[in-house]
């Protein structure tokens, strides 16, 4: 799904392809159809598929489940998180770290409020290892970029975090490991930072509502998410919304949704397996949620659309006006044989 803030990673794959998005808004606009007239030569109201003209049907793929790579280790530990761990030489001395977190503002309590991605902003300002600008200053201590803005994505569905590090100081191997764990349960969230974070995220709201291509965007990832479970949680928020946020709500987010069986390890370095393995193990095996009751997760469901949608978005102060004529497609399942290849035959396309 769309992802905002931080490293900006807009797909909206899974609803329709289109131009690039990244966080809010769209003008309305009707479905529309290449010819209004039914069979028995009657018209069409406008907007309306034709009646006895069915959709061409999807075609049924390839159910073969694809193999996993042979060096690839997958496991799970007993509290729930699953770990994805790959030993690799190329370009050598290297480690790169994901923890990859179940929720994004598809999760939010307010759909609009961006309780995630401020959370994942949040999740910067120190942690109970390593309060306030320690974390900071430790990390480039030990050689490893960071910042909000290299470091972390949100979308409607996951928060990402990334590290990177080098192999040859052991300690920056430790310390990478121990911050991803520290993000996964022990972020203080320190009322007075949120508002300096707001701040940020206000920035982030400018450029995405304001500069041109923002609004472009904007514009056409509500296009891309109405009638759907999407609509409305705009991974970035409302302006109004996330300036009424608190602390006390994010904490709610986060241990609501960063519990061990909503979150995935993925490693792959210079490291032998059973190396990466252990650091995972120490780390993560004793962590548990910090909640009695989780909520089941949200509904994901996207029915297909059958009939196309359409968009032109006309700005005065732009000499170039925007048309788009989209179709909504299937999600197919990347595990599968089939599902790869028409995910390569769309992107061909």
Sequence with gaps: MVATACADGPDLGDL????PRDSTGSLPAPPVVDDPATPDGSEVPAGAWPAGVPPAPAPSPDPTPL??????RIGTLDNGLTYLLRSNGTPGASLDLRLVVDAGSLHQEVPDDGSAHVLEHMLFNGTERFPGNELTTRLQQLGISFGADVNAFTSYDETVYLLGATTFDRGAVDTAFDVLAEWAARATLVADDLAAEIGVVRDELRQSRETLDGIVQTRFEELYTRGTVYEERVVIGDPERVEQLDAE????FYDTWYRPDTMAVVAVGDLPLDVLEEAVVERFAELTPRIDDPPPA????????????????VLPDNPVDYLSLDLQLPVWDLGTV????????????
């Design 16 to 19: 329709a392809d289109g131009p």
């Design 67 to 72: 193999p996993v790579d042979d060096d690839v």
């Design 249 to 252: 709500t994010l904490r709610r």
């Design 298 to 313: 949200p509904d994901r469901t996207v029915p297909l659309d059958p009939a196309p949608r359409a968009e032109v978005l």
């Design 338 to 349: 089939g599902g790869e290849r028409m995910a390569i035959v769309e992107e061909a396309v």
